[in-house]
């Protein structure tokens, strides 16, 4: 199985603040690296797939990048909103495998 | 507009056989590209995929847990069964059903469910 390893598991952070959590694959998965965000209670939802397309609604502070091995997920100027747990997941192949998971507190 | 719900026991004991299903609405499980995927998570803790049945009825599980789960469809329903056998108190978790969508480019779980809350305890 792929593991997937996100980094920080954690970040205390502002609003307007910019974001960027880091995500590794422990082997090549080219872009089949989606994100998800979710908050308390809720299901998850999709952000980005194929490492850098965004998804229909998902406002454009939001934004992916990489291939291969590592992946980011950069938020520009975090909202409110955004305080959430954010996962990546990869599509590569089966078994599907998420990350850990990663949470923005209110610093 | 697609729509997922999940639906099953809120409670069942260790050793049972659970039985969950996904009934959906807005797209057809016929269509090439459409995949339903399980998900769960257990309290405090980090989504971890469970099963996939595709268009074509070929399925794919979680290695760790191959030996107990069985994922089904009925088209004609738009449902996706997951049966996971022999419930242990770790099982305890929210269930997701979610779209999968494989354009062949790309897949991704785009739509979820609500999700069901199961407890194992006796």
């Known amino acids: 199985d792929i593991q997937m390893t996100q980094s920080p598991s954690s970040l205390s952070t502002s609003v307007g603040d910019r974001v960027t959590i880091t995500c590794r694959a422990g082997q090549s998965i080219s872009s089949y690296l989606n994100w998800y965000q979710q908050k308390p209670g809720k299901a998850p939802e999709l952000l980005i797939y194929a490492a850098s397309s965004l998804q229909s609604g998902v406002p454009s502070r939001f934004s992916g990048s990489g291939s291969g091995t590592d992946f980011t997920l950069t938020i520009s100027s975090l909202q409110p909103e955004d305080f959430a747990t954010y996962y990546c997941q990869q599509s590569y192949i089966t078994p599907y495998t998420f990350g850990q998971g990663t949470k923005l507190e209110i610093k | 507009q697609v729509i997922l719900r999940e639906s099953g026991p809120a409670l069942v004991k260790p050793t049972q056989t659970l039985t969950l299903t996904c009934t959906f609405s807005g797209f057809s499980l016929s269509t090439s590209v459409m995949s339903v995927s399980w998900v769960r998570q257990p309290p405090g803790k980090a989504l971890e995929w469970l099963a996939l049945?595709?268009?074509?009825?070929?399925?794919y599980y979680r290695t760790s847990l191959k030996t107990r789960l069985t994922i089904s469809k009925d088209t004609s329903k738009n449902q996706v069964v997951l049966t996971m056998t022999n419930m242990d108190p770790v099982d305890t978790a929210t269930y997701y059903c979610?779209?999968?969508?494989?354009?062949?480019?790309?897949?991704?779980?785009?739509?979820w469910g609500q999700g069901t809350m199961v407890t194992v305890s006796s």
């Open positions: 049945i595709d268009w074509d009825d070929d399925k």
């Open positions: 979610a779209r999968t969508l494989d354009n062949g480019a790309y897949n991704a779980f785009d739509i």
